[in-house]
Structures are given as structure tokens and as C-alpha cells.
């Protein structure tokens, strides 16, 4: 036996106790007679008082010891077993460490070479194994979601066909016939829906999917999907299905019980957003532009004006109020507050402009209420003009008030087709059905999920039948030679008896990024690849030789 | 809408409502006036009745009716709705049903090339459905075993290294550059060892694994595994665990309470059994040979005698024990009872041997108790000689009697290497632990989980030391350079303060067969590929023109 205890468990009520603990030596601390270690395990950090200053042992060496637990004269507030530490009795060495080559109390720039080279020292890190657990907890929470709403967890194919639709699919050798291959999916929507064609009535499926894109910020080569798919459902039902899933995650992270989840068209979310995946926790106008006619004082002709408004921000409790606005103070050069409510108006603000026709503009524009906060912004132009957003974001995220603010939004009727270089492409994917089933509108059946404006899941309702399905590839040109090749078997699937059905499939990793307002992935993936797609750690991809095909 | 209820949910209560129900149309019934249809969902079927023979539909259409909920005159007792039919107002046709090529309703030879190429039809099938379901509901079974023993759920990557130890791995093209590949993993080994590494003390993870070998009864190329390893433990730490996840699983599938799971030595079972994986639930003894001294009456030079003991027949509640009696009977040419409690004894017995001294040398050889049921079987030589064990595992089987019994046995201590055509091997796989970290015994700390016969995981504790991995992989006859190219990472990663460790790694679909005495993991899975890897479905592996490798 290695331990009787972890080393984040031990309190006062185990003082006299003597006790068996494994860990890592996180730092070692030499006094006049004694040593002391703070030893490291997965659960916390526990003091080691060692009566010698004789001892062989380094930083990250694995250690056992066996001690008494005795009660701290000072103690340590920032840990769980701060009131206690242990007087060593027996001390032996299970493993050495060599120096490691990064330092795991230190937060690195993501692409970092090192950080992906040594990613299982890493893992030490404290962020980053908190955010494992995390990813942990919300996979058991979804899980257990579709669990109590009675969804059937089936395993689908990882080789299977490679088409022609869609990204770029990796592909699997087949060493038994040259020239033949698997490909990996980049998501199992043939077989769910083939699973609804065999009567499944409710499938859900965490599984992997791959894309041969190159990574980014929120695009893994490989990531996992929550995909699920219903039977005799139409959009409402999966649109309640997705925001129950919504709440109930909210409410098990983050205990937030009220949450408004707003449905709008596509057409509607361009003409007011002009963006296909919004984020409506705050919203910039700029004011200087054709679109507010007003007068401005000569002063900021170099000037871009923008008018920021922070929704609902006078209802949101348990943020210090003044943070941000004493951040945005900081950060941005000059800047103009108008709390609407409150009439409180920043000293600079004689200086400036016409600010009441300002904001009777952005009233009849926008749902602006006396609940939300409206700053104005005055930035040089040119210097902040392109990447304003961006940096409002990172304040506010800084500020921590967009942290506790989630609003998902659900888009739907999307284009079924976009035009480009004189060839039609699905604006969805090709087995979505059209809106109100006709072709002439160019509207599909299909929806996306924004969380924060981060695009968390697409889906739609899916084609039913053989001829429309067939109907639409011609529309995307695939000749019927190429149909018959890649998708004769679905298009005759389709004949047997296809229930009406549609369903969702949602980026986890996004959708723990939105969840936790965070902006990386690589922090909630244990193993990432590089922006070439390359797992640096294990040195892969490798050269193989003599590869028969 | 499409429906107001299932299919499987309206009984007396809901007599007089009007309902919504939508489904497939499982049969039809032409009477004198009116049509019977049995609309088929997910959930169940219900009755329906037509006031007319004029309707245009047929067998596995998918119909939406409206209808009031009558009593019927001829209860159904077979099926959960059977005390009520639907009296018809409205229906529609929501989608047709060109004929079905295979029957839903019947049990197909599991290799038919049909049932490959129409799973999806076939998972109408109801057996099919509910091995579907009680995967699934296992699956969640397994998963809160895990969360409430405080393993963390982390996901590994598909796309790894590919290395030359062990069975073939798929190879993934790479398309950045021509020659390099990743390869899907046969388990997440190195990850799950560099998870412990990193500080990870309870990890697990149902992944799904590949290995690119034909696919058998009990074996596909792609499978899920359950996955799981941990640090600062022994041997025994594990075992614990995985009794605690044996015992439990039995207890929410079957509500067994009492299960006694054996740990074996590999050389004790071996002796014992002859093999390594022995099934505890029945044993066979051959009687005539050397083992066995004893006066056989001529009558029975040509025959084979064979002592089949039942342990604990007695013991076991819930089954007709005359059954597997009446069926050996039948089956078996000639068949001599002999029940050790009650000494009655067959009206065959009189002509045959000296059965006395055989009960006795079995019990000196056996812990056989009077709570077992001890038969002789004789059998003409040569005709049962060889199949002798399948057909009695297949009697037993038809008879429920095995059905109710589960003998988990824990196998370990087995060899570290196997010798072969002048080379070592691995018995298990080259991060195993030496037994008592000596080599020089070529013992191993590795365990297998053995079920009814069923070998479903493999594990070990892992070498934890970087010179001592050196040595084995030298073993093995890796080259410096192999070493180099393909483990250095590894090796290195051993350095850094590698904790005490260990894992095993479980195949659900074994599992599943292990604790639902089942025998084809084809049954299981919903897309399976055939004994060629193919997916007759999809049509794949696929021919692609102009791939560069």
C-alpha cells in the first residue's frame, strides 16, 4: 500500500494520526536543522517537516513517507490542509526526477514548442488539470442529460467511406486491396440517420470526428462531438431538446437557474448583427459613421466613437460594478461613461458631443434599457479601429463580467445553397431538407448554436426522402456517376421507410470553452496537436518505410 | 407534431382519448370491413383499427394517424398496450416503404451477406433493438462506476505513432508530407502512462481501439475498450477495483448480490485447466483415460466416458433442473445421472462401471461438493471426442442453466516473455512490469479478467523505470536505433518522477457477451464489419483514384 491518505485530505481532525503519503516533491525548502517539502499529488499539496537537512532528494522526485500529523503553529490559508503538516518519521525514494525542462507553475504562450513537447509534464500544471477535471464533470453532466431524457448511446463506425462532400476527411489504408481505402469521419451523420431508418428513436453519441484541416484556437484534427439525432421530431422539438440541454448545464456549472435563450433567423441576426455568430453579451456601434448623423467636436475628427453597451449590466450581481469600467479607463486612451440610469457622467464628458441624441439614436436602434450600462469609447482611429472587439473582449473578460453572462442564441433558416466561383456548395451539408421541403426559397431546415458568440453546434432536419435527396446533389453537381459511387446504398436506405428526423451535433471543446467563457482548446485537450496537425510529444506524424498499398 | 404517445405506452387508461401516433406499419390484416394494422415504433406496437379495406398502404410505410383509444373485446397479454386499439379518424402516409428485402421478424445465420448489407433495416429487428439497449444502458452502468469511485474521464488521441510491437495498427496518410503517417491506436498505452506521469492519479475512458487483423465471433477491427489505469497502487489496488466493477455491474444487470471472484495464479490455472481461460461454470472430466484407473465393462471399449460436473446446482434458484437433465438426454446417446445428494441413480446405471470409485477419485481430484450435480456422459468415440466441450457449453446454454451463473476468475503472475523461433516476445506487452521487478524469474505483474471462459481485459503494473523499459525492449531485440526512433520520448518520459502504476484495459463488446452470456459481439454492435474488415453497407474500404502516399 502507497498511502493511507491523499495529500489533499489531511485537516486537524487527523492531528496524532500517523499516516502513509505518496507524491511529488513540488518544493523543498532548507532551514537551519530542518527541511521542509511541500509534497504534490493529484489531490492538493500536504507540509513535510523533515528533522535533518541531510537528505538526497530533488524537486519532482516521487516520494513516501510515513509521519505524524501534527498541527501547523502557522497556518497556510491557501491550501486544504494548511492547519496541519507532517513530522516525517520514514522517508523512501519510489522514483527520481531529472530536471524538468519546464517550469509547471508558469503559464507559457499556448504554442509554445516546449509546452507540447513535454505536455505529460505539463499535465502537473494546476490550470490545466483543473480544466481536465472540468471537461470530466461536463462530459458526465451531458451524458447524464441525454441519460434521463431516455437517448440511446450507440457506438458508430470510425472507418468508413470516404466522400466527396464537405472537408478534407483523412484517410486509412486497407492492406489487403491496393488502392482502397477507409476514410475517418469528420461526423457519424450517415449512420444516425440510418439509425433513425432502423427505428433508434433517440441517439446520442459522444464520439470522435477528424477533420484534415489545420488546427486553431477552437480546430483540433480530431475533437469530440456530441451528436444526437430524434425520429418524428420536427425543429421545435430539437430546438427544446438543445435549450433544455443549455439549462441544465448552466445550472449544473454554474447554478444559474434563469436563463433566456433567444431563436432568430438568419436573415434577422445579419441585418442586426451582421455576423453569423454574435456574441449579445455586449454590443459596439460605432458612432462616427454614416449611420449616426451627429455633431462632433473638431477634437476627435482622428477619432473613431464607439458606443459599447453592456446588456442587462445593472441586474448582474456579485461583479464589482467598477472594475471594468476603471479597466477600460485604463486600457483605451480616452474614455466617456454614461450609466444611463444613474445619470452619472464621466468628468471628460463637457468636452465631447452631442451625447443625448447619441443615445436616443442607439434607443430606437437597439433594446437599449435602463438595466444596461452604455460607455462611450473614443479611440485614435486606424490604431484600435480593426481589432476594437477583440480587445473589448479581452477586457471585459479580464473584468470578469462577461464571465458570468451566457447568451445562447439558436439560428435557423439558413441559405440552403450558397453560390460561389459558379457552382452551388450546401451552406449546411447536403442532407439537410429544405425549408418548408421546396427548393425555390434557397432556405434550409437547419440551425446553429451560438453561445457567447462562440459557434457551438449546427444541425438540421434531415432529407426524408430519395428523390429530393438526389435532386440536391445534381443541384451540387455531383455527377450520377459519383452519386451512384458514394451514395446509391443511402439514397436506396431511404426507400424503406424513413421516419421524419433531425438532430444536432455540437464541438464539446467548443462547447466547454462557451461554458466557461474560456478562448483555447488546447487548455481542455490533454494531448493537442500543433497548427500543423503534428503531436510534437510523440513525434508524430513519423516516417514509415516501405508502406505496401 | 408527430405524435401525442408512443407506441408502447397507451393501455385502459387512456380508453376514449384521442391520440397522435406515428410509426411503421408492422402488419396488416385485411378483414371483412375493416383493416387491423400493428403500427410499429421504438417503444412498442399498438393495434389499429380501419372502418375501411380501401387504404393504399403497406408493410413498413411510415403512417401518422389520429385515433380514439378503444377497449378491445381479445386482449393482447403479449404486449404492453394489448388491452387497447386505436379507432382510426385520420391517417397519413408520411413516407413509403418499397419492399423490404430481409425479414425483421426472423433470426438470419449472422454472416449472411444480407444482413451486412441492410443493417440498417435489420436494426428493426427486435432482438437486435434490445442488445442495443441493454449495450447502452451497461455503458452508463460502467460510466457511474467510475464517477463514483473518482476516476477522471480524459480523452486520448486516434491519431498516434506508429510503433512495431504488438498486432498491426491502421496507417493514416498524412498529406502534408509524402512518407509520413500516423496510426490509429490498438489501446491508449503510452497516454494513459504519460497521463499517470503527469500527476493524473484515477483515469478512464471508453475509447474506441483498432487493430487492423480479420474480424472473428469475438473480435471487429474497430472496438471499444474500457480503459483505465492508476497510480500509487499495487497489484492488489487494482484487483479491488475491478471486483468492485464486476460485483456491481452484476448487481444492476441481473440484481446478484453474492459473487465469489476468484485469483488464480497463471501456473495454478494452467495446471488445473489446461488452459487460460477456463469456464468455472461447468467442468468435464474424460474418464477412460490414464488419469482415471478403474474396471470399465466391455460394453464400453468404443465409448468415451466423461464426468460433467454442474458446481453448485443445487445451490441455484430459479430454474427448472430437470430441463438440462431431459435435454442432455435427448442429445446425447447414452446419459448416466448421477446426483451426488439424493443417489438416484438412472435406470441405465445398473449395466455400466463402477461408478463408486469414479465419484471418489473426482472428489479427491475436485472440490466437488454434494451441492453439485455430477453426470456421466458416454459417448461413441471419435464422434463427440473433439467437440465434446462446445456441445455441452451449447446444451447448457439452450437450457438457462449457464445463463444464471457468472465466474469471474483473476488470472496473474503470468509469464513476462514467450520464446519463439529464437526471438522473445511479450505475453502481455513491454511496459509490463517484471514480477518483484526481477527478470530474472520471466514472471510477470500482469492479470487478465477471465468471464464464463471469456477472456475480457488484460492489464498490468508498468515498468516505471527508464533503464529497466531499456532492457526490456532490448529483450524484445529492438535495435538502438528502433529504440531510438520509436521510444526515446517514452523512455525519456520515465525519467521525470514517474509514480508506481498500473491499468487494464477491458473490451466492452466481450464484456457485454461475458455478462449476458451471449457469444457473437456482432449482435452488439450496430454497423459491424464483416470477417474481411468490409462494411458491406457503405461499401467499404473504397476505391480512391490519385491518392499519394
Redesign the interface.
Known amino acids: ?3 493511507t491518505h ?1 495529500c489533499g485530505e489531511l485537516n486537524k481532525k487527523h492531528c496524532n494520526s500517523i499516516v502513509k503519503l ?3 516533491v513540488h518544493s523543498i525548502r532548507l532551514m537551519k536543522k530542518i527541511t521542509f517539502i511541500d509534497l ?4 492538493g499539496i500536504t507540509q513535510l517537516l523533515i528533522p535533518t537537512i541531510k537528505i538526497n532528494i530533488k524537486k ?3 516520494i513516501q513517507i510515513i509521519g505524524k500529523v501534527v498541527k501547523r503553529k502557522f497556518p497556510n490559508f491557501n491550501i486544504n490542509t494548511g492547519d496541519i503538516e507532517i513530522y516525517v518519521k520514514k522517508i523512501k525514494i ?5 530536471k ?1 525542462p519546464i517550469d509547471i507553475n508558469k503559464e507559457y504562450n499556448k504554442n509554445k514548442v516546449k509546452l507540447f513537447k513535454y ?6 500544471n494546476l490550470n490545466l ?1 483543473n480544466n ?2 472540468i ?2 464533470k461536463i ?2 453532466i451531458i ?1 447524464k442529460f441525454f ?1 434521463i431524457n431516455n437517448f ?11 466522400t466527396s462532400e464537405g472537408a ?1 476527411n ?8 491496393l ?4 476514410s ?1 469521419p469528420q461526423s457519424p451523420q ?2 444516425k440517420q ?2 433513425m ?6 441517439y446520442y453519441q459522444i464520439v ?1 470526428c ?1 477533420r ?1 484541416e489545420d488546427a486553431r484556437k477552437d480546430r483540433q ?2 475533437f ?1 462531438q456530441l451528436d444526437l439525432e430524434m ?4 425543429r421545435k ?1 430539437i430546438f427544446n431538446i438543445i435549450i433544455k440541454l443549455i439549462k441544465y448545464l448552466l445550472y449544473k456549472i454554474h447554478k444559474i437557474k434563469f436563463i433566456n435563450i433567444k431563436i432568430l433567423s438568419y436573415k434577422n441576426i445579419i441585418k442586426k448583427y451582421n455576423t453569423e455568430k454574435p456574441d449579445l453579451r455586449y454590443k459596439v456601434y460605432e458612432l462616427n459613421n454614416n449611420k449616426f448623423k451627429y455633431n462632433i467636436n473638431n477634437k476627435f475628427l482622428n477619432y473613431k466613437i464607439y458606443g459599447l453597451i453592456l446588456p442587462n449590466y445593472f441586474n448582474i450581481v456579485g461583479i464589482n460594478k467598477d472594475v471594468i469600467i476603471n479597466l477600460l479607463k485604463n486600457k483605451i486612451n480616452k474614455i466617456l461613461l454614461y450609466n444611463y440610469k444613474n445619470n452619472i457622467i464621466n468628468k471628460l464628458d463637457n468636452k465631447v458631443f452631442n451625447k443625448i441624441k447619441l443615445i436616443k439614436e442607439l434607443i430606437n436602434k437597439e433594446f437599449f434599457s435602463n438595466k444596461d450600462l452604455l460607455l462611450f469609447l473614443i479611440l485614435k482611429k486606424n490604431k484600435y479601429y480593426k481589432t476594437i472587439k477583440n480587445k473589448i473582449n479581452n477586457f471585459l473578460l479580464k473584468s470578469k463580467y462577461l464571465n458570468n453572462i451566457y447568451i445562447p442564441i439558436i439560428i435557423y433558416k439558413f441559405p440552403l445553397f450558397k453560390y460561389k466561383n459558379g457552382k452551388y456548395y450546401s451552406y449546411h451539408h447536403p442532407f439537410t431538407k429544405p425549408y418548408n421541403n421546396k427548393l425555390k426559397n434557397n432556405l434550409a431546415d437547419s440551425y446553429d448554436l451560438i453561445i457567447n458568440g462562440i459557434e457551438v453546434g449546427s444541425g438540421s432536419i434531415r432529407i ?2 430519395s428523390k429530393m435527396q438526389n435532386k440536391v446533389f445534381k443541384i451540387l453537381g455531383l455527377s450520377n456517376n459519383k452519386i451512384k ?1 458514394e451514395f446509391s ?1 443511402f439514397l436506396k ?1 431511404l ?6 428526423h433531425g438532430g444536432i451535433g455540437i464541438g464539446i471543446d467548443r462547447l466547454i470553452l462557451s461554458l466557461l467563457n474560456k478562448n483555447n482548446i488546447i487548455d481542455f ?3 493537442p ?1 500543433n497548427y ?2 503534428k ?1 510534437l ?9 516501405n ?1 505496401k ?1
Chains 1, 2 share one sequence.
Open positions: 500500500m502507497y498511502r491523499n505518496s507524491g511529488w504534490r499529488d493529484f489531490y519532482e522526485y516521487v519510489l522514483n527520481k526526477s531529472i524538468i505536455r505529460y509534464i505539463y499535465l502537473r488539470k481536465l477535471i471537461k470530466s462530459l458526465n451524458r441519460i440511446l448511446e450507440i457506438e458508430t463506425p470510425l472507418l468508413v467511406k470516404s478534407r483523412f484517410i486509412v489504408l486497407y492492406r489487403k486491396k488502392g482502397y481505402y477507409y475517418l450517415t449512420f440510418l439509425l431508418i432502423g427505428g433508434i428513436d433517440k470522435k477528424f484534415d484534427p480530431e469530440l425520429s418524428f421530431i420536427n422539438n426524408d426522402n459511387k446504398f436506405s426507400k424503406f421507410g424513413t421516419p421524419p485537450i490533454a494531448f496537436k500543423l496537425n503531436d510529444m510523440i513525434k508524430t506524424p513519423s516516417k514509415i518505410k508502406i498499398i
